[in-house]
């Protein structure tokens, strides 16, 4: 008989076994059970992952996770739903001079029936309805005199820019139809059936879609402007994620700060795409990213870590007893430390005071010991089920031995109280570009998906800059895109 830990044997066939067989099997079959075990580990750890404890989005997560989470959290003393006490109301407010006064006069008494005509006014109550006029299409005609001048030369007066043919649409239609198909992120049928019910303008979907590649166009120099801001500013998040054209996947890549959007559409992720925006290379600001391996080559630059994706790994770790404790101790020293910023930066203090921040490393540097301390003497096998290291702890073993050799970047918001805690505004900024992939399934081309991109960057650094969206589309299709203001 041969032995193996793929073997299935009878009762009666392990009775004649050799003594040195046995112990070769029992050892061979312990070494795949713990094989076995890590993958169910793995198995496990990446079933239990949703939006609270990973970089998956919120989209992802189940149903009973949903419940799961929500049945956590405290009954009392938690955020209700809705308006919260305290907080400023939002009402309707009448305005003191509508556009237009209606009177109603009763014309019989309500008792005896009386006729009330010249009866003698003793009060009133008055309402005032909100609502638009009717909407249509404006006609304009425009036409271009030729004159002759004495000399015997004729001269035609010029055509507005948006005369562009001898029956064309204008600028607020075009700029409408843009708003609504990269900032309300309609499908072009609904939108050209969103003109026609509402407006009574019946466009074809061709004309939409050649409204977005002529705005993209446009746009051109406004994204070589902002790109020479964003360069500039102190402190820049950057972020990317996938997208398809077709059947092929690009890269959307974003860099952002609390006034301007730069969002860029490239064939890749890496250093080729960074080269070819143009910003990073010799940038030498600050940073904000989630770790990925491209932002360390851009040496000149300081590095901030997002908080977010860290407080998330600590909720993934801390899941197992064993490890409860120091991602607990992390995670609160984290949000304290941010309190702590948030307040310095609040009073235009550039760093949080010394004693405080030394502090707050102090507490940062006891909660990895204590991580450490309860994990198997490192660093874990290359290969996972050797050595006695659980899933577990291969994961814990990464995450603390990450925030030792990157704590100067994790706690760059405490040094430099402009460095945000998150990269949560760049995340933000990227995550229409999903939306819009969820709606029609893919870009159709290349162009089309850089169109997008240079739209979606002029409408979130306009709407960042608390600009009128649709004026300023309205000026793109006019005389020129609107340039905004810079660091």
């Not at 061979?28 to 496990?44: D, G, P, T």
């Not at 237009?100 to 008055?126: K, Q, T």
């Not at 003109?195 to 979907?205: E, H, I, K, Y």
């Amino acid at each position: 008989m041969e032995a193996g830990p793929g073997r299935v044997f009878t009762a009666s066939e392990l009775a004649v076994l050799p003594h040195a067989e046995l112990v070769e099997l029992v050892m061979a079959q312990a070494s795949m059970i713990e094989l076995l075990m890590a993958k169910v580990e793995r198995l496990e750890a990446e079933a239990s992952r949703d939006s609270a404890n990973s970089s998956k989005p919120p989209s992802g997560d189940t149903q009973a996770r949903r419940a799961q989470r929500a049945d956590a959290k405290p009954k009392a003393g938690g955020r209700r739903r809705g308006k919260q006490r305290g907080a400023e109301g939002h009402r309707l407010v009448p305005v003191p001079d509508p556009d237009v006064r209606v009177l109603h006069v009763p014309r019989a008494c309500g008792g005896c029936g009386a006729d009330l005509d010249g009866a003698e006014v003793v009060g009133g109550e008055s309402r005032q309805v909100f609502d638009i006029p009717e909407p249509k299409p404006f006609v304009t005609e425009h036409t271009a005199e030729r004159r002759r001048c004495g000399c015997g030369r004729t001269t035609a007066g010029e055509f507005p820019p948006e005369a562009t043919a001898p029956a064309c649409y204008g600028p607020r239609l075009r700029a409408l139809a843009t708003y609504m198909l990269c900032r309300q992120h309609l499908p072009v049928e609904r939108c050209a059936e969103l003109l026609s019910d509402v407006l009574g303008v019946a466009v074809s979907t061709g004309w939409l879609s050649g409204l977005v590649a002529e705005a993209g166009t446009a746009l051109v120099p406004f994204v070589g402007h902002l790109a020479t801001l964003v360069g500039r500013s102190p402190v820049v998040g950057a972020d990317e994620t996938g997208g398809r054209v077709g059947v092929a996947k690009r890269w959307f890549h974003v860099l952002s700060t609390p006034a301007l959007s730069l969002i860029v559409c490239h064939r890749s992720r890496g250093k080729e795409a960074v080269a070819d925006i143009g910003v990073l290379p010799g940038y030498r600001g600050v940073i904000v990213h989630d770790g990925l391996a491209l932002y360390d080559t851009l040496a000149e630059a300081s590095h901030a870590q997002c908080n977010a994706h860290l407080v998330r790994h600590l909720a993934a770790v801390g899941a197992v007893w064993d490890q409860a404790s120091w991602t607990k101790a992390m995670t609160a020293c984290l949000f304290e430390a941010k309190a702590a910023a948030d307040a310095a930066r609040t009073k235009g203090e550039a760093a949080v005071a010394g004693e405080a921040a030394a502090r707050f490393e102090a507490r940062y540097d006891e909660a990895l010991a204590q991580a450490f301390a309860v994990l198997p003497d490192g660093p874990p096998p290359r290969r996972r089920g050797q050595g006695g290291w659980r899933e577990h702890q291969r994961q814990a073993w990464n995450l603390a031995t990450r925030m030792t050799e990157r704590k100067p970047d994790v706690l760059r918001f405490l040094t430099d109280t402009r460095v945000p805690f998150t990269n949560n505004g760049s995340e933000r900024d990227l995550r229409m570009v999903k939306l819009q992939q969820k709606i029609s399934g893919s870009f159709q081309s290349d162009h089309g998906a850089e169109d997008f991109a240079r739209i979606r960057s002029y409408l979130q650094t306009a709407a960042k800059q608390n600009q009128n969206l649709l004026d300023v589309l309205v000026q793109l299709f006019t005389t020129g895109p609107w340039l905004p203001a810079g660091p």
